[in-house]
Protein backbone atom coordinates (compact mmCIF):
# COMPACT_ATOMS: atom_id res chain seq x y z
CA UNK A 1 0.00 0.00 0.00
CA UNK A 2 1.42 3.45 -0.89
CA UNK A 3 0.66 6.88 0.46
CA UNK A 4 0.55 9.73 -2.28
CA UNK A 5 0.40 13.30 -1.29
CA UNK A 6 -0.53 15.86 -4.04
CA UNK A 7 -0.98 19.61 -3.43
CA UNK A 8 -0.16 22.98 -3.12
CA UNK A 9 0.43 25.84 -1.08
CA UNK A 10 1.62 29.16 -0.51
CA UNK A 11 5.34 27.76 -1.26
CA UNK A 12 4.59 26.91 -5.04
CA UNK A 13 1.33 29.08 -5.68
CA UNK A 14 0.26 32.48 -5.37
CA UNK A 15 -3.19 33.60 -3.79
CA UNK A 16 -4.88 33.75 -7.13
CA UNK A 17 -3.83 29.74 -7.95
CA UNK A 18 -4.74 28.73 -4.71
CA UNK A 19 -8.03 30.28 -4.56
CA UNK A 20 -8.94 28.65 -8.05
CA UNK A 21 -8.33 24.84 -6.06
CA UNK A 22 -10.33 25.34 -2.79
CA UNK A 23 -12.86 23.23 -2.02
CA UNK A 24 -16.27 24.67 -0.37
CA UNK A 25 -16.52 22.74 3.05
CA UNK A 26 -20.11 21.76 1.94
CA UNK A 27 -18.67 20.44 -1.93
CA UNK A 28 -15.95 18.11 0.17
CA UNK A 29 -18.32 14.77 0.63
CA UNK A 30 -19.17 14.80 -2.98
CA UNK A 31 -15.54 15.47 -4.10
CA UNK A 32 -14.18 12.99 -1.64
CA UNK A 33 -16.36 9.88 -3.60
CA UNK A 34 -15.45 10.95 -7.00
CA UNK A 35 -11.98 11.07 -6.31
CA UNK A 36 -11.50 8.15 -4.41
CA UNK A 37 -13.65 6.73 -7.79
CA UNK A 38 -11.72 8.56 -10.51
CA UNK A 39 -7.76 7.77 -8.81
CA UNK A 40 -8.92 4.38 -8.27
CA UNK A 41 -7.86 4.71 -4.15
CA UNK A 42 -8.50 3.33 -1.10
CA UNK A 43 -8.60 6.56 0.89
CA UNK A 44 -8.88 9.55 0.57
CA UNK A 45 -8.32 13.28 2.26
CA UNK A 46 -9.11 16.71 0.75
CA UNK A 47 -7.43 19.60 2.77
CA UNK A 48 -8.30 23.09 1.60
CA UNK A 49 -7.23 26.19 3.27
CA UNK A 50 -6.38 29.64 2.43
CA UNK A 51 -2.62 28.87 2.34
CA UNK A 52 -3.22 25.19 0.58
CA UNK A 53 -5.13 22.41 -1.29
CA UNK A 54 -3.58 19.05 -0.68
CA UNK A 55 -4.99 15.56 -1.56
CA UNK A 56 -3.73 12.35 0.42
CA UNK A 57 -4.78 8.90 -1.06
CA UNK A 58 -3.53 5.24 -0.40
CA UNK A 59 -3.42 3.46 -3.25
CA UNK A 60 -1.94 0.10 -4.58
CA UNK A 61 0.29 1.79 -7.55
CA UNK A 62 2.12 5.55 -7.78
CA UNK A 63 0.25 5.89 -10.65
CA UNK A 64 -2.84 7.50 -8.61
CA UNK A 65 -0.76 10.50 -8.04
CA UNK A 66 -1.17 11.55 -11.57
CA UNK A 67 -5.00 10.86 -11.63
CA UNK A 68 -5.33 12.99 -8.12
CA UNK A 69 -3.67 15.84 -10.69
CA UNK A 70 -6.25 15.03 -13.29
CA UNK A 71 -9.29 14.89 -11.03
CA UNK A 72 -7.87 18.93 -9.51
CA UNK A 73 -7.48 19.88 -13.14
CA UNK A 74 -10.95 18.37 -14.24
CA UNK A 75 -12.91 19.37 -11.39
CA UNK A 76 -12.00 23.03 -11.68
CA UNK A 77 -11.98 23.21 -14.71
CA UNK A 78 -8.61 24.21 -15.30
CA UNK A 79 -5.79 23.33 -17.73
CA UNK A 80 -3.64 20.36 -16.29
CA UNK A 81 -0.24 21.43 -17.86
CA UNK A 82 -0.59 24.78 -16.29
CA UNK A 83 -1.67 23.43 -12.51
CA UNK A 84 0.97 20.88 -12.78
CA UNK A 85 3.58 24.00 -12.72
CA UNK A 86 2.75 24.90 -9.27
CA UNK A 87 1.90 20.82 -8.06
CA UNK A 88 4.62 18.86 -5.67
CA UNK A 89 4.30 15.21 -5.03
CA UNK A 90 5.12 13.21 -2.27
CA UNK A 91 5.22 9.62 -1.88
CA UNK A 92 5.73 6.97 1.51
CA UNK A 93 7.93 8.49 3.96
CA UNK A 94 8.43 12.03 1.94
CA UNK A 95 4.22 12.06 2.11
CA UNK A 96 4.00 10.68 6.07
CA UNK A 97 6.66 13.46 6.68
CA UNK A 98 4.68 16.43 5.20
CA UNK A 99 1.56 15.48 6.88
CA UNK A 100 3.28 15.47 9.97
CA UNK A 101 5.22 18.94 9.26
CA UNK A 102 1.90 19.99 8.16
CA UNK A 103 0.12 19.21 11.42
CA UNK A 104 3.09 20.84 13.23
CA UNK A 105 2.69 24.02 11.98
CA UNK A 106 5.96 23.67 10.39
CA UNK A 107 5.25 24.00 6.29
CA UNK A 108 3.03 27.07 7.65
CA UNK A 109 3.45 30.96 6.37
CA UNK A 110 3.42 31.30 10.21
CA UNK A 111 5.71 28.87 11.27
CA UNK A 112 4.65 27.11 14.70
CA UNK A 113 0.52 28.80 14.45
CA UNK A 114 -2.58 26.87 16.01
CA UNK A 115 -4.96 26.89 13.36
CA UNK A 116 -3.42 24.34 10.73
CA UNK A 117 -3.93 21.60 13.17
CA UNK A 118 -7.54 22.45 13.89
CA UNK A 119 -7.83 22.62 9.89
CA UNK A 120 -6.26 19.14 9.46
CA UNK A 121 -7.70 17.49 11.65
CA UNK A 122 -11.78 19.27 10.52
CA UNK A 123 -10.79 17.69 7.13
CA UNK A 124 -10.02 13.93 8.56
CA UNK A 125 -13.13 14.18 10.07
CA UNK A 126 -15.10 15.40 6.96
CA UNK A 127 -13.17 12.00 5.22
CA UNK A 128 -13.75 9.81 7.78
CA UNK A 129 -17.49 10.56 8.25
CA UNK A 130 -18.17 9.56 4.82
CA UNK A 131 -15.56 6.85 4.60
CA UNK A 132 -12.88 7.72 2.96
CA UNK A 133 -10.55 7.17 5.30
CA UNK A 134 -10.92 3.66 7.62
CA UNK A 135 -7.20 2.15 7.51
CA UNK A 136 -3.76 2.82 6.62
CA UNK A 137 -4.34 6.64 6.09
CA UNK A 138 -6.80 6.78 9.17
CA UNK A 139 -3.49 5.58 11.31
CA UNK A 140 -0.88 8.15 9.54
CA UNK A 141 -3.16 10.75 10.54
CA UNK A 142 -3.80 9.80 13.98
CA UNK A 143 -0.09 9.71 14.90
CA UNK A 144 0.29 13.06 12.85
CA UNK A 145 -2.11 14.45 15.24
CA UNK A 146 -0.54 13.04 18.41
CA UNK A 147 3.08 14.50 16.54
CA UNK A 148 1.76 17.59 16.23
CA UNK A 149 0.66 17.44 20.43
CA UNK A 150 4.45 16.38 21.58
CA UNK A 151 5.53 19.10 19.35
CA UNK A 152 3.86 21.60 21.04
CA UNK A 153 4.28 20.38 24.52
CA UNK A 154 8.39 19.61 23.91
CA UNK A 155 9.65 22.83 22.54
CA UNK A 156 8.85 26.33 22.59
CA UNK A 157 7.79 26.57 18.77
CA UNK A 158 4.25 28.04 19.27
CA UNK A 159 5.36 30.38 22.80
CA UNK A 160 6.69 33.57 20.72
CA UNK A 161 4.33 36.20 18.08
CA UNK A 162 5.99 36.62 15.09
CA UNK A 163 3.38 38.85 13.79
CA UNK A 164 3.59 42.57 14.47
CA UNK A 165 0.01 42.43 16.45
CA UNK A 166 0.39 39.21 18.15
CA UNK A 167 3.78 40.83 19.32
CA UNK A 168 1.46 43.97 20.69
CA UNK A 169 -0.47 41.82 22.44
CA UNK A 170 2.04 39.89 24.20
CA UNK A 171 3.87 43.35 25.49
CA UNK A 172 0.48 44.02 26.53
CA UNK A 173 0.19 41.18 28.54
CA UNK A 174 3.89 41.83 30.20
CA UNK A 175 2.69 45.51 31.10
CA UNK A 176 -0.88 44.78 33.05
CA UNK A 177 -0.63 40.80 33.09
CA UNK A 178 -4.51 40.38 32.81
CA UNK A 179 -6.18 42.23 30.86
CA UNK A 180 -9.78 41.26 30.84
CA UNK A 181 -10.41 44.79 32.45
CA UNK A 182 -8.42 46.86 29.92
CA UNK A 183 -9.92 49.49 27.84
CA UNK A 184 -8.60 50.27 24.36
CA UNK A 185 -8.58 53.11 21.81
CA UNK A 186 -8.15 52.38 18.31
CA UNK A 187 -7.04 56.15 16.90
CA UNK A 188 -7.06 55.01 12.89
CA UNK A 189 -8.82 52.42 11.18
CA UNK A 190 -5.96 50.57 9.33
CA UNK A 191 -5.81 46.94 8.54
CA UNK A 192 -2.87 46.93 11.16
CA UNK A 193 -4.76 47.79 14.46
CA UNK A 194 -7.60 45.75 13.40
CA UNK A 195 -5.84 42.71 13.61
CA UNK A 196 -4.21 44.10 16.78
CA UNK A 197 -7.43 44.09 18.18
CA UNK A 198 -8.40 41.25 17.21
CA UNK A 199 -5.49 39.36 19.04
CA UNK A 200 -6.31 41.94 22.44
CA UNK A 201 -9.94 40.40 22.18
CA UNK A 202 -9.00 36.68 21.57
CA UNK A 203 -6.57 37.77 24.74
CA UNK A 204 -9.87 38.63 26.42
CA UNK A 205 -9.61 42.48 26.72
CA UNK A 206 -12.98 44.44 27.76
CA UNK A 207 -13.88 47.12 26.22
CA UNK A 208 -12.20 48.32 22.91
CA UNK A 209 -13.41 52.06 21.08
CA UNK A 210 -11.89 52.91 17.56
CA UNK A 211 -12.26 56.62 16.26
CA UNK A 212 -11.24 57.46 12.81
CA UNK A 213 -11.50 61.03 10.89
CA UNK A 214 -14.31 59.19 8.79
CA UNK A 215 -16.80 58.21 10.50
CA UNK A 216 -17.98 55.72 8.35
CA UNK A 217 -14.35 53.47 7.92
CA UNK A 218 -14.54 53.46 12.04
CA UNK A 219 -17.92 52.35 12.26
CA UNK A 220 -17.42 49.67 9.39
CA UNK A 221 -14.37 48.42 11.63
CA UNK A 222 -16.08 49.02 14.72
CA UNK A 223 -18.25 46.29 13.20
CA UNK A 224 -16.07 44.19 12.30
CA UNK A 225 -14.90 43.75 15.34
CA UNK A 226 -17.34 44.30 17.99
CA UNK A 227 -16.53 47.70 18.97
CA UNK A 228 -17.72 50.97 20.26
CA UNK A 229 -17.22 54.09 18.18
CA UNK A 230 -15.83 57.23 19.58
CA UNK A 231 -15.71 60.79 17.91
CA UNK A 232 -12.58 61.35 16.47
CA UNK A 233 -13.02 65.17 17.67
CA UNK A 234 -13.55 64.30 21.44
CA UNK A 235 -10.67 61.20 22.14
CA UNK A 236 -8.45 63.45 23.57
CA UNK A 237 -11.17 63.87 26.54
CA UNK A 238 -11.34 60.34 27.08
CA UNK A 239 -7.70 59.26 27.37
CA UNK A 240 -7.57 58.94 30.38
CA UNK A 241 -9.83 56.58 30.51
CA UNK A 242 -7.71 54.35 28.31
CA UNK A 243 -5.11 51.55 28.75
CA UNK A 244 -3.73 50.74 25.97
CA UNK A 245 -3.64 53.19 22.70
CA UNK A 246 -3.22 51.76 19.27
CA UNK A 247 -2.49 54.75 16.49
CA UNK A 248 -2.33 53.56 12.84
CA UNK A 249 -3.51 57.18 11.77
CA UNK A 250 -2.43 58.83 8.18
CA UNK A 251 -2.26 62.18 10.14
CA UNK A 252 0.82 64.04 8.74
CA UNK A 253 1.47 65.47 12.33
CA UNK A 254 1.57 63.72 15.80
CA UNK A 255 -1.86 63.10 17.33
CA UNK A 256 -0.21 62.33 20.64
CA UNK A 257 2.67 64.85 22.85
CA UNK A 258 4.70 64.14 25.82
CA UNK A 259 2.56 67.26 27.39
CA UNK A 260 -0.22 66.05 26.69
CA UNK A 261 0.20 62.46 27.71
CA UNK A 262 1.54 64.18 31.25
CA UNK A 263 -1.57 65.19 31.45
CA UNK A 264 -3.11 62.21 30.80
CA UNK A 265 -1.00 60.07 33.39
CA UNK A 266 -1.96 62.65 35.79
CA UNK A 267 -5.75 62.09 35.87
CA UNK A 268 -4.73 58.61 35.58
CA UNK A 269 -2.95 58.73 39.14
CA UNK A 270 -0.33 57.04 37.06
CA UNK A 271 -1.88 54.10 36.37
CA UNK A 272 0.38 52.58 33.40
CA UNK A 273 -0.54 52.97 30.27
CA UNK A 274 0.52 50.95 27.50
CA UNK A 275 0.64 52.64 23.46
CA UNK A 276 1.31 50.64 20.14
CA UNK A 277 2.33 53.33 17.17
CA UNK A 278 1.75 51.47 14.09
CA UNK A 279 1.95 54.75 11.63
CA UNK A 280 4.39 55.34 9.16
CA UNK A 281 4.92 58.39 9.43
CA UNK A 282 4.29 58.12 13.42
CA UNK A 283 1.28 58.96 15.25
CA UNK A 284 2.96 59.69 18.66
CA UNK A 285 6.14 61.78 19.56
CA UNK A 286 9.06 60.23 20.52
CA UNK A 287 9.39 61.99 23.62
CA UNK A 288 6.37 60.36 25.36
CA UNK A 289 8.50 57.33 25.90
CA UNK A 290 10.09 59.45 28.46
CA UNK A 291 7.15 59.24 30.79
CA UNK A 292 7.35 57.19 33.56
CA UNK A 293 4.17 54.64 33.57
CA UNK A 294 3.82 55.30 29.37
CA UNK A 295 5.18 52.19 27.83
CA UNK A 296 5.46 53.37 23.66
CA UNK A 297 6.27 51.14 20.94
CA UNK A 298 6.63 51.88 17.28
CA UNK A 299 6.59 49.67 14.26
CA UNK A 300 10.29 48.84 14.34
CA UNK A 301 10.45 48.44 17.80
CA UNK A 302 7.88 45.35 17.13
CA UNK A 303 9.77 44.71 14.09
CA UNK A 304 12.87 43.79 16.30
CA UNK A 305 10.58 41.65 18.51
CA UNK A 306 9.45 39.78 16.00
CA UNK A 307 12.30 39.04 14.06
CA UNK A 308 13.88 37.78 17.46
CA UNK A 309 11.01 35.62 18.05
CA UNK A 310 11.19 34.02 14.28
CA UNK A 311 14.90 33.06 15.31
CA UNK A 312 13.82 31.55 18.39
CA UNK A 313 10.90 29.51 16.99
CA UNK A 314 13.65 28.24 13.93
CA UNK A 315 15.65 27.27 16.70
CA UNK A 316 12.61 25.38 17.85
CA UNK A 317 11.70 23.94 14.08
CA UNK A 318 15.13 22.49 14.09
CA UNK A 319 14.11 20.36 17.34
CA UNK A 320 10.49 19.55 15.78
CA UNK A 321 12.14 18.46 13.02
CA UNK A 322 14.24 15.81 14.99
CA UNK A 323 10.97 14.71 16.92
CA UNK A 324 9.09 14.17 13.00
CA UNK A 325 11.88 11.82 12.32
CA UNK A 326 11.92 9.60 15.13
CA UNK A 327 7.98 9.42 14.87
CA UNK A 328 8.11 8.20 10.94
CA UNK A 329 10.83 5.73 11.88
CA UNK A 330 8.50 4.27 14.61
CA UNK A 331 5.52 4.54 12.95
CA UNK A 332 6.75 2.76 9.38
CA UNK A 333 8.27 0.02 11.95
CA UNK A 334 4.82 -0.38 13.43
CA UNK A 335 2.60 -0.04 9.75
CA UNK A 336 5.38 -3.03 8.04
CA UNK A 337 5.39 -5.13 10.94
CA UNK A 338 1.00 -4.38 10.77
CA UNK A 339 1.44 -5.40 6.80
CA UNK A 340 3.79 -8.39 7.73
CA UNK A 341 1.46 -9.77 9.99
CA UNK A 342 -0.87 -11.56 7.75
CA UNK A 343 1.99 -13.13 5.56
CA UNK A 344 2.99 -14.69 9.16
CA UNK A 345 -0.26 -16.02 10.00
CA UNK A 346 -0.91 -16.89 6.38
CA UNK A 347 2.46 -18.87 6.87
CA UNK A 348 1.45 -20.32 10.08
CA UNK A 349 -2.13 -21.58 8.84
CA UNK A 350 -0.56 -23.21 6.02
CA UNK A 351 2.38 -25.18 7.42
CA UNK A 352 -0.54 -26.46 10.22
CA UNK A 353 -2.87 -27.65 7.56
CA UNK A 354 0.18 -29.11 6.02
CA UNK A 355 0.66 -30.88 9.44
CA UNK A 356 -2.35 -32.57 10.13
CA UNK A 357 -2.77 -33.19 6.17
CA UNK A 358 0.50 -35.77 6.36
CA UNK A 359 -0.47 -36.64 9.99
CA UNK A 360 -4.00 -38.31 7.95
CA UNK A 361 -1.89 -39.72 5.66
CA UNK A 362 0.53 -41.57 6.88
CA UNK A 363 -1.02 -42.82 10.50
CA UNK A 364 -2.72 -46.19 9.29
CA UNK A 365 1.14 -47.25 8.44
CA UNK A 366 1.50 -47.04 12.23
CA UNK A 367 -1.29 -49.01 13.43
CA UNK A 368 -2.53 -48.33 16.97
CA UNK A 369 -0.80 -45.82 18.65
CA UNK A 370 -1.18 -44.84 22.72
CA UNK A 371 -2.03 -41.37 23.76
CA UNK A 372 1.58 -40.34 24.42
CA UNK A 373 3.05 -41.85 21.09
CA UNK A 374 0.14 -39.71 19.30
CA UNK A 375 1.44 -36.31 21.47
CA UNK A 376 4.82 -37.25 20.56
CA UNK A 377 4.42 -37.49 16.71
CA UNK A 378 2.27 -34.63 16.58
CA UNK A 379 5.05 -32.35 18.52
CA UNK A 380 8.01 -33.92 16.46
CA UNK A 381 6.13 -32.86 13.56
CA UNK A 382 5.38 -29.32 14.65
CA UNK A 383 9.30 -28.68 15.93
CA UNK A 384 10.32 -30.11 12.49
CA UNK A 385 8.05 -27.23 10.59
CA UNK A 386 8.60 -24.57 12.97
CA UNK A 387 12.32 -25.27 12.20
CA UNK A 388 11.83 -25.21 8.60
CA UNK A 389 9.45 -22.06 9.25
CA UNK A 390 12.23 -20.26 11.44
CA UNK A 391 14.29 -18.76 8.66
CA UNK A 392 11.31 -17.50 6.77
CA UNK A 393 9.63 -16.07 9.14
CA UNK A 394 13.02 -14.56 10.59
CA UNK A 395 13.44 -12.82 7.55
CA UNK A 396 9.68 -11.55 6.99
CA UNK A 397 10.61 -9.66 10.01
CA UNK A 398 13.53 -7.59 9.14
CA UNK A 399 12.39 -6.89 5.78
CA UNK A 400 9.61 -5.25 7.01
CA UNK A 401 11.58 -2.57 8.39
CA UNK A 402 13.36 -2.38 5.14
CA UNK A 403 13.23 -0.12 1.69
CA UNK A 404 13.06 -2.65 -0.33
CA UNK A 405 11.26 -4.98 2.19
CA UNK A 406 7.92 -5.44 -0.26
CA UNK A 407 10.64 -7.74 -2.64
CA UNK A 408 11.41 -9.76 0.10
CA UNK A 409 7.62 -10.33 1.54
CA UNK A 410 6.22 -10.82 -2.24
CA UNK A 411 8.95 -13.68 -2.47
CA UNK A 412 8.17 -15.32 0.27
CA UNK A 413 4.48 -15.23 -0.06
CA UNK A 414 5.71 -16.83 -3.34
CA UNK A 415 7.09 -19.80 -2.34
CA UNK A 416 4.37 -20.72 0.51
CA UNK A 417 2.22 -20.64 -2.30
CA UNK A 418 -0.66 -17.88 0.16
CA UNK A 419 -1.78 -16.07 -3.17
CA UNK A 420 -2.65 -19.00 -4.86
CA UNK A 421 -6.17 -19.75 -5.67
CA UNK A 422 -7.72 -21.65 -2.64
CA UNK A 423 -8.57 -24.88 -5.51
CA UNK A 424 -5.44 -24.91 -7.03
CA UNK A 425 -2.96 -28.09 -6.46
CA UNK A 426 -0.77 -28.35 -3.81
Not at 152 to 173: F, K, P, Q, Y
Not at 346 to 361: K, T, W, Y
Not at 367 to 378: C, D, K, N, R, T
Request: overall charge neutral.
Amino acid sequence: MKVLLTGLSHHTAPVEVREKLAFPEADLPGALEELRSHAGAHEALILSTCNRVEIAVTAESESAAERVSEFLASRQRLDPAWLKGFLYRHEDRDAIRHLFRVAASLDSMVVGEPQILGQLKSAYHTAREHGSINGFLDAVLTRAFAVAKRVRSETGIARSAVSVSSAAVDLARQIFGNLRDKRVLLIGAGKMSELAARHLLTAGCGLILVTNRTRERAEQMALAIGAQVLKYETFHERLHEIDIVITSSGAPDYLLRKDEMQRVLERRRNRPMFVIDIAVPRNVAPEVNELENIYLYDIDDLGQTVEQNRRARAVEAEQAEEIIDAEIARLLERLKAREVTPTIVGIQHQLDAFSRAELERLRPRFGELSPHQEEALQAYTRALLNKIAHGPMTELRRASTRPEGDKVINVIRRVFRLDAPPDQDE
